[in-house]
């Protein structure tokens, strides 16, 4: 009963604050995200942080994180704003870290400029921050408030608030099917069913994550490259890791992944790995699931290790059908193209035998948007 109070005291504090919220702080946070948004491909593994100063009803100040190393949204508009910071209320998207990293606290640099008030719209999931900034920020006699536009900014972050949770990247499983939900003809013949448009749109995708994963089965019949291959999208050299499942080690080192840029990460069994021998990639040896493949749950322990915090998955019906019935997909991603492949062409995943309707997965429509002449269909799991 005490806790259940103290959940109740602690969710009506939290309406309280967000309903003293003005329209010019809502302009002001919205700001902010916009400029959090502009590190939306570059920012890996941090997370993605804006800031804005308002002194006097007048922006100041705005900074952005723009890179892994690279000063913080914080610092960056403290420096804009100069003198103008003293007194001054500070919008961020996120709580202002309060640790020694690669970076200096940037609750040291917001209490040495003399801010007056800060608003962040949500708490850092990192355990090593969260609550301690907001702790010494009110220590130091400054107000401090959260929770505004929190949806915005947790959605913003929804893969690095995921692994500081569970030690796992958020999983989005992504899907180019026919109007039939077929997604290669049975002789395998896939490219291409959706549009140009969709196939940029999902070069974009690969930007914002932290690794591109498939299984030996794609990489044998696509030999694909898992990269991100648009002249307008600057990454800042950044190329997402490529990761491939692969539980009897069949690899080819003639492999196009293996002549681009960035790292390749194989996943195989662990009494797999002594037999590599030379390949081109690193090699990882995870325990085997009940069906002998490398288990999914450790694949993802694993990156999560290795601070990925979105994977995107591109593989073959039987994969992308494993993380699905596994509960392991954050999300479902379905281009949708408009033409139809038949009863032969082969279906978008694979399933166990169901005994029960009621046993199916499933998914609520999170956003339906046109593509070229595609559909790009958002699910969310129904949970």
Request: proline share 5%; net charge neutral.
């Amino acid at each position: 009963m005490v806790a259940a109070g103290q959940s109740e005291n602690a969710r009506g504090q939290r309406e309280k604050e967000v309903s003293a919220f003005t329209g010019f702080d809502r302009r002001m946070m919205r700001r902010a995200l916009e400029l959090a948004e502009l590190g939306r491909f570059t920012t890996h593994p941090n997370p993605r942080v804006g800031c804005v100063i308002v002194q006097d009803g007048q922006i100041v100040g705005e900074g952005w994180h723009r890179k892994w190393g690279e000063p913080h949204a914080e610092p960056l508009a403290l420096n804009a704003a100069g003198a103008a910071a003293k007194g001054s209320t500070v919008y961020v998207t996120l709580e202002p870290h309060s640790y020694q990293s690669r970076t200096p606290p940037c609750t040291t640099a917001l209490i040495k400029a003399g801010v007056r008030r800060v608003i962040c719209a949500t708490l850092d999931p990192n355990p090593q921050v969260h609550g301690e900034g907001v702790r010494l920020l009110r220590e130091a006699g400054i107000q401090v408030d959260e929770g505004l536009l929190a949806d915005e900014a947790h959605a913003l972050n929804a893969g690095f608030e995921k692994r500081h949770r569970s030690g796992m990247p958020r999983v989005i499983v992504k899907i180019a099917a026919s109007l039939d939900g077929r997604v290669a003809l049975a002789s395998g013949e896939s490219r291409w069913i959706t549009g140009a448009a969709a196939r940029a749109d999902v070069h974009r995708l690969r930007a914002e994550v932290s690794a591109v994963l498939t299984g030996i089965d794609t990489v044998l019949a696509d030999d694909p490259q898992l990269t991100v291959r648009d002249a307008q999208i600057d990454m800042l050299g950044r190329q997402p890791l490529r990761v491939v499942l692969d539980s009897r080690l069949r690899m080819p080192t003639t492999a196009r992944m293996f002549a681009e840029e960035g790292e390749t990460l194989v996943f195989t069994r662990e009494d797999q790995v002594a037999s590599a021998g030379v390949m081109r990639a690193t090699v990882v040896g995870v325990a085997p699931d009940a069906s002998g493949h490398p288990d999914l749950v450790a694949v993802l322990r694993e990156l999560g290790q290795r601070r990925c915090n979105d994977v995107l998955v591109e593989a073959g019906p039987k994969l992308a059908g494993s993380f699905i019935a596994a509960g392991l997909a954050d999300e479902v991603l379905v281009y949708l193209a408009p033409k139809l492949l038949g009863a032969d062409a082969k279906g978008m995943v694979q399933l166990p035998a169901l005994q029960k309707l009621a046993d199916a997965p499933r998914f609520k429509l999170h956003e339906c948007v046109q593509v070229g002449e595609d559909l790009k269909l958002r699910y969310l799991p129904a949970h």
